[in-house]
């Protein structure tokens, strides 16, 4: 008799263990069916209960008026689709005439609930479609990153955090934001995030250059990686001066090079870095600016000419730099017009957006406003508990809720000094080398000067 309770019982531990160690293999194994089961037969009343119905057509009533029946019921939108994910289930929609994407947006927090799911997220696919992403349980918990798929060096992209629907989400410098920003109240998790982003960076052909105004404290311990840093806004003004000088000369390259391809006929003309033969390829910049606020503040007409001096700096880099491989990733906490003249436009070229939690709706704006007006509204609702998690959009108006592996500066500090032999050197950018810890300059782990090539 025991026996016989007690399969059972090892099924439901078995099962229990299974949601709680691996949530992606509970769900496909059987939550997807259970939640699938529940949309199907929960939609009509959902729909209604979430005034997300119309009202009979007038030809239905007056034919059911003619035949003596009941009223018809009020119309749900037309299920498409209903397909199941690693992580949740998409549901497509074909709305009644007189509905509005909005309203579905509007009401996702309720669908959320009443279809027992973690999340739903709509967006509207073409006119009168209508998708519902809705996540079976809470994958941005605990952040498991899949096994790092290896990248050519070309792609240029970097696994930084996880996506709400299960998906990796990468910092791409190639398509579609060569530059980006992310902002965030204080504690939100912008420093783990630029951390992962480094740790990801490390091991790649890439030169890595960081303005870190918070006196060093963010990017100084990953000094080994790094081909120059500056840690404050005096320093940095030099340091950008320098980099623009640097794009200049690759721009001469470029230049050089377009003219011999000019002159060979059917040969391609070199537009960009990328076109160049591999042999003359520089490597490309990654400038991380940490709390770029403190660039923009000025006591008095020195530091105001300093500032206009960054400001226009960082602009023209922005403006000019894609080409040359130069990237920005400019972290602060606020990001707007009170920064001063120079900002907005700025911000224009930052294509690549994220916002980690924010103290209010104007700074969501300064990521998002002019992006997605969708994403305003997500990155005001992040949990506070729940630091790290962010929403990350692009230029086309796509956003996801994202949250990456919380990185330790120890991690980034090991996988820094272990890839220190890449750190390419720039002539330009030599006065701003940062001093190495003595662990490095012992030989503990390789000093960057023996093996890294020159960069240019
Ligand atoms: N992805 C994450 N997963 C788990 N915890 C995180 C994550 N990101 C941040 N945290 C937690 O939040 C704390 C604050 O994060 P972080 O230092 O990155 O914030 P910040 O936005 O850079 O703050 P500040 O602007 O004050 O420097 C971290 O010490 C860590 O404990």
Redesign the pocket.
Known sequence: MSALWLTPGVVLVAVLLLRWLRPTWYWMAFGVTFAAIRVLIRYRSVMDACGLTVPPSRWRLALARMANRPVPEARSPRILRLRPTATGLVLRLKLRPGQDAYDFSASADRLRHSFALHNVVSREIRSGVVELRMTGYDILKR?RMPPAEPEPDVALRVAVALREDGQVHHRDYRVPGPHALNV??????????QRTLVTGLAPRNVVLVGIDC?NGVELSPLAARFTALADNPGESAELLDALVAYMGRVYELIRAEQRISVGLPDAEITADIWDLPVHLRPVPVVLLVD?VAELALAANKAEEARRDQIVTNLVRLAQLGRAAGIHLEVCG?RFGSELGKGITMLRAQLTGRTA?RVNDETSAHMAFGDISPDAVLAAVQIDKDR??TAVAGDSSGGWSRI????TTLRKAVDICNAHAHRTPEIPELAPFRPQLPARVLVGEVQPPKHAAASAF
């Open positions: 952040v965030g109240a204080t504690k939100s998790g912008k420093s783990v995030y918070k709390e906490q980690h630091p790290g949250r990456a592996p919380h």
